[in-house]
Antibody
Framework: EVQLLESGGGLVQPGGSLRLSCAASGFTFRSYAMGWVRQAPGKGPEWVSSISGVNGDTYYSGSVRGRFTISRDNSKNTLYLQMNSLRAEDTAVYFC???????????WGQGTLVTVSS | EVVLTQSPATLSLSPGERATLSCRAS??????LAWYQQKPGQAPRLLIYDASNRATGVPARFSGSGSGTDFTLTISSLEPEDFAVYYC??????????FGQGTRLEIK
């Protein structure tokens, strides 16, 4: 069974940084692209970033490019999202997603809440 | 970027009734459209992909149709557990994949 467990969310001031992690199990992690999808309160989901499984190609939405960095450690079956220069509009639940930048999301984590506020 | 517009925003029906939800794309997405169900405090759950294919474990009362720019999710006879928010998502033109703003299906 695929399991994705996010951690690292919390309250941060505007301009601050936060690093999210996603521990994956139940599948061959290194063989799959992975990504992050966020959902602001009362809104639809929004794709944020993806990373390929083998060569590490990365993709970002325009709203986070230059501020967020996605990475993975295949030896630890873990996906990361480094978020810098955070803004109020980055406030959302961040979901870890199995799949690439052009995929449907068959598997989601339970989400971790990021709140950007002073 | 493909914009997906869902209608209605809210749909009020009773258990046993038929639900019809719509998703319109700002440009053709062929059949590369999915539907998700989301309940409060949970992640979205994939129901339908490639416009009409049910994901594993999804009951047969859920069906999807359409191609190009107009898509429909139909729930043939509503069960109490079906009342939730539904989102469509396209993967034809990426990045980014995009989602609609959702239809809330509530009990009348």
């Amino acid at each position: 069974e695929v399991q994705l467990l996010e951690s690292g969310g919390g309250l941060v001031q505007p301009g601050g940084s936060l690093r999210l992690s996603c521990a994956a199990s139940g599948f061959t992690f290194r063989s799959y692209a992975m990504g992050w999808v966020r959902q602001a309160p009362g809104k639809g989901p929004e794709w944020v970033s993806s990373i390929s499984g083998v060569n590490g190609d990365t993709y970002y939405s325009g709203s986070v490019r230059g501020r967020f960095t996605i990475s993975r450690d295949n030896s630890k079956n873990t996906l990361y999202l480094q978020m810098n220069s955070l803004r109020a509009e980055d406030t959302a639940v961040y979901f870890c997603a199995k799949g690439g930048p052009g995929d449907y999301v068959f598997n989601w984590g339970q989400g971790t809440l990021v709140t950007v506020s002073s | 970027e493909v914009v997906l517009t869902q209608s209605p925003a809210t749909l009020s029906l009773s258990p046993g009734e038929r639900a019809t939800l719509s998703c319109r794309a700002s440009q053709s997405v062929s059949s590369y459209l999915a539907w998700y169900q989301q309940k409060p405090g949970q992640a979205p759950r994939l129901l339908i992909y490639d416009a009409s294919n049910r994901a594993t474990g999804v009951p047969a009362r859920f069906s999807g149709s359409g191609s190009g720019t107009d898509f429909t999710l139909t729930i043939s006879s509503l069960e109490p557990e079906d009342f939730a928010v539904y989102y469509c998502q396209q993967r034809y033109n990426w990045p980014p994949i995009t989602f609609g703003q959702g239809t809330r299906l509530e009990i009348k």
